[in-house]
């Protein structure tokens, strides 16, 4: 499964605080990311911590997404 794109209204809606955006942008991406996850570590204990630690980030640097690209594919911070 990938990561469903969330669309550029639900996306501006949660940069603004929206909650209901930010609640849609949640429930599309977090399937993708959590099947992500296990793929990548092997176990669902570790998927799930993985999952919520990504989805915390994506909350908390939306600010930082411009809307340049296809929030999937910048929307997941890999780095520190």
Do not use: H, W, Y
Not at 22 to 31: F, H, V
């Amino acid at each position: 499964m990938k990561i469903r794109d969330p669309g550029p209204e639900i996306v501006q809606g949660a940069k603004e605080g929206e909650l209901a955006a930010i609640d849609s942008l949640l429930k599309t991406i977090q399937s993708g990311v959590f099947n992500l996850a296990i793929r990548m570590l092997g176990n669902r204990a570790d998927a799930a911590d993985a999952s919520q630690e990504i989805l915390l980030k994506v909350i908390t640097r939306l600010a930082s997404f411009r809307g340049e690209a296809d929030f999937f594919n910048v929307g997941l911070p890999c780095g520190p």
